[in-house]
Nanobody
Framework: QVQLVASGGGLVQAGGSLRLSCAVS????????MGWFRQTPGKEREFVAA???????????YYADSVKGRFTISRDGAKSTIYLQMRSLKPEDTAVYYC???????????????WGQGTQVIVSS
């Protein structure tokens, strides 16, 4: 079992930056891939970014085209925390952001096994 607790959401102006955190506890070594998703009312949950941890403070990453070049996902192994650094934010980035983890190793396969609660991000124009 893995528990994930997301934080760091808030209100920011367009063009600004925000960093989300997701504290992970439990059997984290059984979850090599962790990711971020987002959802707005009336829409399906959307993939944002994922990281496959290599056992150090790094790993392979994968991003949705809509955030590529603006968002960066990272993982701090010592702190068992994953981050989503968001830059050049746009109003369309407004959503509830969720962190997630999964058993599998594929970055492209978007079915995840464990989910945290969401954290709201609002980008004002």
């Amino acid at each position: 079992q893995v528990q994930l607790v997301a934080s760091g959401g808030g209100l920011v102006q367009a063009g600004g930056s925000l960093r989300l955190s997701c504290a992970v506890s439990g059997r984290i070594f059984s979850r090599p891939v962790m990711g971020w998703f987002r959802q707005t009312p009336g829409k399906e949950r959307e993939f944002v970014a994922a990281i496959r941890w290599n056992g150090y403070n790094g790993g392979n990453t994968y991003y949705a085209d809509s955030v590529k070049g603006r968002f960066t996902i990272s993982r701090d192994g010592a702190k068992s925390t994953i981050y989503l650094q968001m830059r050049s934010l746009k109003p369309e980035d407004t959503a509830v952001y969720y962190c997630a983890a999964k058993y599998g190793t594929s970055l492209l396969e978007l079915t995840y096994d464990d989910w945290g609660q969401g954290t709201q991000v609002i980008v004002s124009s």
